[in-house]
């Protein structure tokens, strides 16, 4: 049985990887942080609760990670533990970069002093790119980081290839577009948005309060996007992929895709921070500007190539556009109503 050991265990990739890679037969050890509580709501979402070994692994703590991998002794790391939202990394660059960029560092550095060959995998991201430098943007696309969140995720990336270069690690990194699922986390756009318009369609809300309406992302499937990882890392050689739809979308037509799976058409009046989407029928005012969701520097476009992927891993991303809306929107109004209920998750 292959071992493999996951970062980032409480959050949604660590939740569809494990369940993906204990379908493979592998023995899963997920490393949490210590906090008071061990969420682990989104394991149980999938079922796989039960069948984590958990070992406690801090991203700021050197140490820590070198017990944890002495501990576990796994043929495969997956680093998906990070201070990932880009929003917070504005307020808290420092503690951004310490956990997202040096905290790679050292688990690399970790794997170099107790085995260097334990495969090793990134969870880069589309960030990179940020004010992008071509479109589709593909391995070969100049990276141009528009928060502290993607300098730190840039970081990450060439450290990962620099010890792969430097040392022979078998370290792969995972250029990830944005991808989603009923597990992202509430403070990621499209989440907010399916969570609020469920919440709407029962009653316990009015209206949804967003920033930038027409960033436009590409926007895939969690539970596809984990597979690419794992394929990464059963290749003959270490390398670095770009994974992604090849499609992308406002912000705005994700909002207008998500009322429609309720039965709401959207209709936009006004302009800048005064633009409302009301519901067509009634005329209700379903969708406002807050200005306080706006970013010192946006990222006003992404849209990634993933042919390499395509080609060397045969990875194929299935699931649309309007089918993510629909799969979260469908979700969240099963979990609001279970909350309205009192019983949450
Ligand atoms: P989440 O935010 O859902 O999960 C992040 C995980 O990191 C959580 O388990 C969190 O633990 C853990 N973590 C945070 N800080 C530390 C720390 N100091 N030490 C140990 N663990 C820590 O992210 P996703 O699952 O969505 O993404 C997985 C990875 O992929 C992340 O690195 C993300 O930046 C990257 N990525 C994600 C993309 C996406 O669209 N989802 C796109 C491209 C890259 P806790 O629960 O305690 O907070
Ligand atoms: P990101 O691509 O990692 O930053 O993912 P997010 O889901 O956080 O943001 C995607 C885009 O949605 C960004 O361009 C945001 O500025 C935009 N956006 C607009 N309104 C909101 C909001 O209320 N919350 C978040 N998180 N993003 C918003």
Same mark, same amino acid.
């Given at each position: &049985?292959?071992?493999?050991?996951?970062?980032?265990?409480?959050?949604?990739?660590?939740?569809?990887?494990?369940?993906?890679?204990?379908?493979?037969?592998?023995?899963?050890?997920?490393?949490?942080?210590?906090?008071?509580?061990? #969420?682990?709501? !989104?394991?149980?979402?999938?079922?796989?609760?039960?069948?984590?070994?958990?070992? *406690?692994?801090?991203? @700021?703590? /050197?140490? #820590?990670?070198?017990?944890?991998?002495?501990?576990?002794? *796994?043929?495969? %790391? /997956?680093?998906?533990?990070?201070?990932?939202?880009?929003?917070?990394?504005?307020?808290?660059?420092?503690?951004?970069?310490?956990?997202?960029?040096?905290?790679?560092?050292?688990?690399?550095?970790?794997?170099?002093?107790?085995?260097?060959?334990?495969?090793? /995998?990134?969870?880069?991201?589309?960030?990179?790119?940020?004010?992008?430098?071509?479109? =589709?943007?593909?391995?070969?696309?100049?990276?141009?980081?528009?928060? =502290?969140?993607?300098?730190?995720?840039?970081?990450?990336?060439?450290?990962?290839?620099?010890?792969?270069?430097?040392? +022979? @690690?078998?370290?792969?990194?995972?250029?990830? $577009? #944005?991808?989603?699922? *009923? @597990?992202?986390?509430?403070? $990621?756009?499209?989440?907010? %948005?399916?969570?609020?318009?469920?919440?709407?369609?029962?009653?316990?809300?009015?209206? @949804?309060?967003?920033?930038?309406?027409?960033?436009?992302?590409?926007?895939?499937?969690?539970?596809?996007?984990?597979?690419?990882?794992?394929? &990464?890392?059963?290749?003959?050689? *270490?390398?670095? /992929?770009?994974?992604?739809?090849?499609?992308?979308?406002?912000?705005?037509?994700?909002?207008?895709?998500?009322?429609?799976?309720?039965?709401?058409?959207?209709?936009?009046?006004?302009?800048?921070?005064?633009?409302?989407?009301?519901?067509? !029928?009634?005329?209700?005012?379903?969708?406002?500007?807050?200005?306080?969701?706006?970013?010192?520097?946006?990222?006003?476009?992404? &849209?990634?190539?993933?042919?390499?992927?395509?080609?060397?891993? +045969?990875?194929?991303?299935?699931?649309?556009?309007?089918?993510?809306?629909?799969?979260?929107?469908?979700?969240?109004?099963?979990?609001?109503?279970?909350?309205?209920?009192?019983?949450?998750?």
């Amino acid at each position: &049985m292959k071992r493999a050991l996951i970062t980032g265990i409480t959050g949604q990739d660590g939740a569809y990887l494990s369940k993906f890679l204990l379908e493979k037969g592998y023995d899963v050890y997920g490393a949490f942080r210590r906090t008071a509580d061990l #969420n682990v709501n !989104k394991l149980r979402f999938l079922g796989v609760e039960d069948r984590i070994h958990f070992v *406690p692994l801090e991203l @700021l703590e /050197y140490s #820590n990670i070198c017990k944890a991998i002495e501990k576990v002794r *796994p043929e495969e %790391i /997956y680093n998906l533990a990070a201070q990932s939202f880009v929003s917070l990394s504005f307020e808290e660059p420092v503690f951004t970069s310490e956990v997202t960029a040096i905290g790679t560092l050292r688990v690399l550095e970790a794997i170099r002093a107790i085995n260097s060959r334990i495969k090793f /995998y990134q969870a880069s991201s589309s960030e990179m790119f940020g004010k992008v430098q071509a479109k =589709p943007q593909n391995e070969a696309t100049s990276f141009y980081p528009r928060s =502290p969140y993607a300098v730190s995720k840039l970081f990450g990336h060439w450290i990962s290839v620099n010890y792969r270069e430097s040392y +022979g @690690l078998f370290a792969c990194s995972g250029i990830l $577009f #944005n991808h989603e699922s *009923p @597990l992202r986390g509430l403070e $990621f756009v499209t989440r907010k %948005i399916t969570y609020s318009v469920a919440r709407i369609k029962l009653g316990l809300q009015d209206e @949804l309060k967003l920033g930038q309406l027409d960033s436009k992302r590409d926007w895939g499937y969690a539970a596809e996007y984990v597979q690419a990882m794992w394929l &990464m890392l059963q290749q003959e050689k *270490p390398d670095d /992929y770009v994974i992604a739809t090849g499609e992308t979308h406002s912000v705005r037509e994700f909002v207008e895709a998500a009322f429609e799976q309720i039965g709401i058409k959207l209709e936009w009046s006004g302009k800048g921070v005064e633009e409302k989407g009301r519901d067509a !029928k009634t005329g209700k005012t379903l969708v406002s500007i807050d200005p306080q969701y706006f970013r010192p520097a946006e990222v006003d476009l992404l &849209m990634g190539d993933a042919s390499k992927a395509k080609k060397a891993l +045969g990875w194929n991303p299935k699931t649309t556009f309007k089918d993510l809306v629909g799969i979260m929107v469908e979700s969240d109004l099963k979990l609001v109503e279970r909350e309205k209920k009192g019983k949450g998750l």
